[in-house]
Structure formats: structure tokens, C-alpha cells
């Protein structure tokens, strides 16, 4: 299993960043997919999941209304557009696998991270 993300880097607050991460290694259609996200000198914090189909998503209250997750299967991409950002949307975004068929049951696999930077 390969999960390798794309995009990111920097914006200035109220700007928009949008993160992709290409799968490959598995049936990408089968699986929910995630981003999880570390800020420097935090732990991990979820921030968005899809479900396998596309047709269920959800958020991390703070990033509701502002991020929008959204996958193609046929490219087995998902990807995580990031508008009115804030400086504390500052971390380093991963991509992550769903464990299971749906959301919500832990992670299998990771990216290796792409790092986002919010600064004026």
C-alpha cells in the first residue's frame, strides 16, 4: 500500500490550499479514506473522513464549512480542499487508510505527511 500526497505548502490566512493523495497497493473503491493532521508540538488530530462510495463525509468541528473532502475512484484519489484558512491550520497533513469498509474504525496505513503553512 502506497499513500503519497500532494499540494499544500503556503498560504496567508483566508487563502485556500487543496491536498491530494494518490493510492495505490489496494482497492482504493473499497475503503473510507482520512486526513489527519500534526501540528508542531501536538499530537495527531483528525480532521476529515469519506466514505468508501464519496456519498457520507465528515469533519472536525473547527474545519466544518471550510474544508470539503472529496475522492474519484477512478483515479484513486482523494483530496482535501482547505478554504479561509487560519494559522492554526498550521500542521503537517496526512493522508490516511480506513481499517475497515467504512469510517471511523482506525487506520491501516499512512502518507508520509505534506505540510501546511498558514502565515501572513
Known amino acids: 500500500v502506497q499513500l503519497v500526497e500532494s499540494g499544500g505548502d503556503l498560504a496567508q490566512p483566508g487563502g485556500s490550499l487543496t491536498l491530494s493523495c494518490a493510492a495505490s497497493?489496494?482497492?482504493?473503491?473499497?475503503?473510507?479514506m482520512s486526513w489527519v493532521r500534526q501540528a508542531p508540538g501536538k499530537g495527531r488530530e483528525w480532521v476529515a473522513s469519506i466514505r468508501r462510495g464519496g456519498s457520507g463525509t465528515y469533519y472536525l468541528a473547527s474545519v466544518k464549512g471550510r474544508f470539503t473532502i472529496s475522492r474519484d475512484n477512478a483515479k484513486n484519489t482523494v483530496y482535501l480542499q482547505m478554504n479561509s484558512l487560519k494559522p492554526e491550520d498550521t500542521a503537517l497533513y496526512y493522508c490516511?487508510?480506513?481499517?475497515?469498509?467504512?469510517?471511523?474504525?482506525?487506520?491501516?496505513?499512512w502518507g508520509k505527511g505534506r505540510l501546511v503553512t498558514v502565515s501572513s
Open positions: 490516511a487508510k480506513e481499517r475497515g469498509r467504512t469510517v471511523g474504525g482506525g487506520f491501516d496505513f
Open positions: 497497493g489496494f482497492t482504493f473503491s473499497l475503503y473510507g
